[in-house]
């Protein structure tokens, strides 16, 4: 992210990260291997639409030249590799898929927790 906001010139003053996300990496610590392969899935599927929107923003940005936003598209044109890799694994590993679905189900609350705190911060 850094790397992006640097190619954007953009420089923040000192930001501070709400609970929620310490809370939910700290929250990593007790999770089971499933659970955390949950978690991971809503990340790496994040990808995704990541490199949609970081085609489309970059764009917006730039039509001649758009600059690359790492942040939202990490494998580049590798993506759909990366996926594919994801999902074999996904299918050799053998675990409680209830766990999963649960560790996938707390990744995305939190991510409507995040989105809560930090529109109101803006709201302040």
């Known amino acids: 992210m850094e790397a992006d906001l640097d190619s ?3 420089k923040p003053g000192a930001a501070t990260l709400p609970d ?3 809370d939910f990496v700290r929250s990593f610590e ?16 994040a990808t995704n639409g990541g490199r949609f929107l970081a085609e489309r923003i970059g764009r917006a940005l730039d039509p001649d030249e758009p600059p690359r936003l790492v ?3 990490p ?3 590798e993506q759909a590799e990366h996926w594919r890799a994801f ?7 053998t675990a409680d898929l209830d766990d ?13 927790t995040l989105f809560d705190a930090r529109m109101a911060e803006e709201a302040r």
């Open 8 to 10: 954007l010139d953009w």
């Open 20 to 22: 929620c996300v310490t």
């Open 30 to 45: 007790a999770c089971s291997a499933a659970r955390t392969v949950g978690r991971w899935y809503v990340f790496e599927g």
């Open 71 to 73: 942040s939202f598209d």
């Open 75 to 77: 494998y580049g044109s």
């Open 87 to 93: 999902r074999a694994g996904l299918d050799a590993f």
């Open 100 to 112: 999963c679905i649960v560790g996938a189900q707390e990744t995305f609350a939190f991510h409507a």
